[in-house]
């Protein structure tokens, strides 16, 4: 959060960090820290001296960023420490919201040039409960741009990871991590095939076999355990042995630790130089092979995980041309194809993983799987798709025999789900979440599916102005499949939600509605 310092005369402002009194501080902390890595680095041994200078030195330079920012603007531009961006070259200004630790967000200007660049300011910024001198200061700088330069648009756009726009760079790196994991997994599947196959067909060691071969054969000794350790941390459990013959100790699990006991006489069964198994007459512990099955679902786990990053990518690729500011479409569609294709897949690689296209039952049960995801996905597509608001036709340009037959055409009552996002006199408080239409009515909000408490619609007082989809300004309860009415009410804005039908239908009753009062009103009372 950044305050305006300065407001003179030619309309300049100044905005300084709030931690500028802070300075001092930073700049003390980075010369103990220098003094700190050159005394340890002196003496030539205190490395842990050293470490801590280093730390405090790069606290403090992380620190006297934020510590020194500023930003100014007056007649000529916006002015930063490291250039001045004159308005004729500033194409507008945005608000960019941030995700901030926490679940909280942070809001800062996006300075948008004529050539398509973006400028992020470092100030000012407003964080969630405490946005007033960020409001303030925004106000400020596009009243400048207003004054000396040529914005695209008076319209206050807000951008977010929900919004058409660029992205965040953590979404495409998750899905490289994401993948990457899966390819590992994958590639150590047949490996952990191989040696499982290598465990169970292992035979034990004769005296016949030579050295060199005792490696891959199965080596038994017996062992009396002299006591066990239950509290180890990391590995679970610990087996001492009585002499440190045929060795001073193995890891178990923790559950194999409480089973067997100080004197218990067990069977150590040794392959490629590790215990396999210590078996006892009451307990018999075995170390965990991988199972390739495992393996391959856990690769085919984070392919699927990965689909859903790359779901967002592709929402926004694909709706690259929307305007700045409206709301994506939701990616729940492609998550329900991911977990359907989990369904068949995850089962399939785990009970196949080295053999999916070995017998004709696999390959079947694979081709019915990927038919399915692709009907899915064909649906999720179709589903995430924008639908473009309808254009709204000009009241005269409608006889007003056409708009009584549309009037007609609703024989019957009906409820349709919509909401006006500002409180009015027939939406008091925001209580209406229908719109009633058809029957001897004329159009109301309801709260519900029903004519309780309804409120007639205004119909002469209200004009249509645009027709739009959601923006992130229209808050988060308006589902982002819906359509945005900005209306004129005698004078007032005021906003109409519903789905894009839907909201065709309200706009078409309210307009014929509003036509009949004026045909029914004498001209005299106009």
């Known amino acids: 959060m950044a305050a305006v310092h300065g407001v003179n005369s030619d309309h300049a402002v100044v905005f300084r960090s709030p931690w500028q009194r802070g300075l001092r501080v930073v700049v003390g902390i980075m010369a103990a820290g220098a003094a700190l890595a ?91 409960g405490a946005e007033d001198d960020f409001t303030r200061g925004l106000d400020a700088l596009r009243a400048l741009h207003r004054r000396h330069g040529t914005p695209e648009s008076d319209l206050l756009i807000v951008v977010s990871q929900r919004t058409a726009g660029r992205g965040s760079v953590r979404v495409p790196v998750l899905c490289l991590l994401l993948l990457a994991g899966a390819g590992l997994a994958a590639w150590a599947v047949p490996h952990a095939d191989a040696e499982r196959r290598e465990w169970q067909t292992a035979a034990p060691c004769t005296a016949t076999t030579p050295a060199e071969d005792r490696r891959e054969c199965l080596t038994r000794t017996q062992a009396v355990i002299e006591r066990t350790d239950q509290d180890e941390p990391r590995s679970g459990g610990l087996l001492y042995f009585t002499g440190d013959r045929p060795l001073d100790r193995v890891t178990v699990s923790r559950e194999a630790a409480q089973e067997f006991e100080p004197g218990d006489r067990v069977e150590l069964t040794a392959w490629r130089g590790e215990v396999m198994e210590v078996a006892g ?205 900005d209306l004129d009410d005698a004078g007032t804005p005021v906003r109409l939600a519903a789905a894009p039908a839907d909201l065709a239908r309200i706009l078409r009753a309210v307009e014929a509605a509003g036509t009949l009062e004026d045909a029914s009103t004498p001209a005299s009372d106009r």
């Not at 961006?85 to 300075?111: E, F, I, N, T």
């Not at 099955?293 to 690769?299: C, E, F, I, M, Y």
């Not at 309808?390 to 019957?412: G, H």
């Open 281 to 485: 007459s009451r307990h018999v512990w075995r170390e965990h092979v991988p199972v390739p099955g495992d393996l391959a679902a856990v690769s085919a786990g984070l392919a699927l995980a990965a689909g859903y990053p790359a779901a967002l990518m592709l929402t926004r690729l694909r709706l690259r041309r929307l305007p700045d500011g409206e709301v994506l479409p939701s990616a729940l569609p492609y998550a329900a194809v991911l977990v359907g294709t989990g369904a068949w897949l995850l089962p399939l690689c785990h009970l196949h993983p080295v053999t999916l296209f070995d017998t004709p039952k696999t390959v079947a049960w694979a081709a019915a799987g990927t038919a399915a995801t692709l009907a899915m996905t064909a649906r999720a597509w179709r589903a995430t798709g924008v639908r473009p608001p309808a254009p709204q036709a000009a009241p005269d340009e409608e006889p007003e025999e056409e708009q009584e037959e549309e009037q007609e055409e609703e024989p019957e009552e009906v409820f349709l789900p919509a909401r006006f996002l500002e409180s009015t006199d027939y939406n008091p408080h925001g209580f209406g979440t229908h719109i009633a239409l058809g029957g001897d009515h004329p159009p109301a909000v309801t709260p519900g599916p029903g004519r309780f408490a309804a409120r007639t619609i205004p119909a002469r007082r209200i004009t249509v102005k645009e027709v739009r989809r959601v923006r992130v300004t229209d808050g988060d309860t308006v589902p982002r499949s819906w359509h945005i009415a």
């Open 38 to 128: 050159a005394l340890g680095l002196a003496l030539g041994g205190p490395v842990p001296l050293a470490g801590v200078g280093v730390l405090c030195l790069g606290l403090g330079l992380a620190a006297l960023r934020p510590a020194t920012a500023e930003v100014g603007a007056d007649a000529r531009g916006i002015r930063t420490r490291r250039r001045t961006v004159p308005w004729p070259d500033v194409a507008d200004l945005r608000v960019r919201v941030k995700s901030g630790p926490r679940g909280g967000q942070s809001r800062h200007v996006l300075m948008v040039l004529r050539d398509g660049s973006e400028r992020q300011l470092p100030l000012p910024v407003g964080w969630d």
